[in-house]
């Protein structure tokens, strides 16, 4: 290394250590009282609490998590008794997040946690890293946020103040920009004297000052140090990610109900869209929305009365909906069992179907 590049280098450094110290010090002084951060008497995080908190917010965001996390973990206090639910009440505890192969994954990492781990969730992101369902951020989450260790964590938040840091007009979405956000993230990291902090920073700034369009940079304690900041160029970075459009799918659901006010129900496949949840029942096409004639004669139903439509936007989907009305059939259809709405309250139920069979607008849709 020549004398030139050693200067480069040392000056790199002191960058570095200058960020992550500033960062952690304003993260201190303004982190948002969440209750996944919750600390015991010798200050120290619960790491279930904290696995369950990561499958929660992955592409979920905040104000969702916190209208069901503190009922979840009620439900599920401790890694053993999520292990020993059943999958259905772990589906209907989670009703409402979406994204229900998390539910799934977390119920299977417990259950590991328990056979292979004595029931104490894993210190090392390897190890981390096999349980059902955790990839390398939530694992370097919880391996640096609740045990110290310096992991790096890259979220569309990291990412994100990364490039305005480095005024980079890499793609955000791109594999060689996450390629790149990790090594960056890993260099920091590294520099930090409490990781998990400075992890948590990284994602508290992206998150309520470094946010997308306009950043708040007159509140960012980085921002002498960010050159895009000092290029003017915040709120032009990072160039956006191409999106593939929606595809549309059409779903027409009947709601029959009988003189005791119960209501017909089935349970939707194993695999695919809201897989295993339950729903009214309902045709689903992807070329066009099912005829009347052709819903009556596929339940075997006299007559039926349209009461709504409405779109529900997925990540993948544009799920159009049309919601029919009607008398019970002379035989319900195959799979189908009539079910109070109290019980069907507590089955696991994907919201657009929660609003469709108890009225209950919990959704944005269109």
């Given at each position: 290394?020549?004398?030139?590049?050693?200067?480069?280098?040392?000056?790199?450094?002191?960058?570095?250590?200058?960020?992550?110290?500033?960062?952690?010090?304003?993260?201190?002084?303004?982190?948002?009282?969440?209750?996944?951060?919750?600390?015991?008497?010798?200050?120290?995080?619960?790491?279930?609490?904290?696995l369950?908190?990561?499958?929660?917010l992955?592409?979920?965001?905040?104000?969702?998590?916190?209208?069901?996390?503190?009922?979840?973990?009620?439900?599920?206090?401790?890694?053993?008794?999520?292990?020993?639910?059943?999958?259905?009440?772990?589906?209907?505890?989670?009703?409402?997040?979406?994204?229900?192969?998390?539910?799934r994954?977390?119920?299977?990492?417990?259950?590991?946690?328990?056979?292979?781990?004595?029931?104490?969730?894993?210190?090392?992101?390897?190890?981390?890293?096999?349980?059902?369902?955790?990839?390398?951020?939530?694992?370097?989450?919880?391996?640096?946020?609740?045990?110290?260790?310096?992991?790096?964590?890259?979220?569309?938040?990291?990412?994100?103040?990364q490039?305005r840091?480095?005024?980079?007009d890499?793609?955000?979405?791109?594999?060689?920009?996450?390629?790149?956000?990790?090594?960056?993230?890993?260099?920091?990291?590294?520099?930090?004297?409490?990781?998990?902090?400075?992890?948590?920073?990284?994602?508290?700034?992206?998150?309520?000052?470094?946010?997308?369009?306009?950043?708040?940079?007159?509140?960012?304690?980085?921002?002498?140090?960010?050159?895009?900041?000092?290029?003017?160029?915040?709120?032009?970075?990072?160039?956006?990610?191409?999106?593939?459009?929606?595809?549309?799918?059409?779903?027409?659901?009947?709601?029959?109900?009988?003189?005791?006010?119960?209501?017909?129900?089935?349970r939707?496949?194993?695999?695919?869209?809201?897989?295993?949840?339950?729903?009214?029942?309902?045709?689903?096409?992807?070329?066009?929305?099912?005829?009347?004639?052709?819903?009556?004669?596929?339940?075997?139903?006299?007559?039926?009365?349209?009461?709504?439509?409405?779109?529900?936007?997925?990540?993948?989907?544009?799920?159009?909906?049309?919601?029919?009305?009607?008398?019970?059939?002379?035989?319900?259809?195959?799979?189908?069992?009539?079910?109070?709405?109290?019980?069907?309250?507590?089955?696991?139920?994907?919201?657009?179907?929660?609003?469709?069979?108890?009225?209950?607008?919990?959704?944005?849709?269109?």
């Amino acid at each position: 290394m020549t004398k030139a590049q050693g200067k480069a280098v040392a000056k790199d450094c002191g960058r570095a250590t200058r960020i992550t110290t500033a960062l952690t010090q304003w993260f201190r002084a303004n982190a948002r009282d969440l209750p996944w951060r919750a600390t015991d008497a010798k200050g120290r995080r619960n790491a279930y609490h904290a696995l369950v908190a990561e499958a929660m917010l992955q592409q979920t965001q905040v104000s969702r998590v916190l209208e069901k996390y503190s009922a979840f973990i009620a439900r599920f206090p401790d890694v053993h008794a999520l292990a020993n639910a059943t999958e259905e009440e772990v589906l209907s505890a989670w009703s409402g997040l979406g994204y229900y192969r998390r539910a799934r994954h977390l119920h299977h990492a417990a259950k590991n946690i328990c056979k292979n781990h004595e029931g104490k969730v894993p210190e090392d992101a390897e190890s981390l890293r096999r349980l059902p369902g955790v990839g390398r951020y939530t694992a370097g989450a919880i391996a640096s946020i609740v045990y110290g260790h310096a992991e790096p964590v890259v979220d569309g938040n990291v990412t994100r103040v990364q490039l305005r840091l480095e005024a980079s007009d890499q793609r955000q979405g791109e594999p060689a920009t996450e390629r790149w956000a990790w090594k960056h993230a890993s260099d920091l990291v590294a520099r930090a004297a409490d990781p998990g902090a400075f992890n948590e920073a990284m994602m508290e700034l992206g998150a309520t000052v470094c946010t997308p369009g306009v950043p708040r940079c007159e509140a960012c304690p980085l921002r002498k140090a960010c050159r895009a900041a000092s290029l003017g160029l915040a709120s032009t970075l990072p160039v956006p990610k191409v999106r593939a459009g929606r595809r549309a799918v059409y779903h027409s659901a009947v709601v029959i109900r009988d003189r005791q006010n119960r209501l017909l129900i089935q349970r939707r496949p194993e695999r695919g869209l809201w897989a295993g949840m339950y729903q009214a029942p309902t045709v689903e096409r992807e070329d066009r929305a099912a005829t009347a004639s052709e819903i009556k004669k596929w339940f075997g139903l006299a007559r039926i009365v349209e009461k709504e439509r409405f779109v529900f936007l997925t990540t993948h989907r544009e799920v159009h909906f049309a919601i029919f009305t009607s008398s019970p059939p002379p035989s319900p259809p195959a799979a189908a069992r009539w079910a109070c709405p109290s019980e069907i309250a507590a089955l696991p139920l994907a919201n657009p179907h929660r609003r469709i069979l108890l009225g209950e607008e919990t959704i944005q849709t269109r």
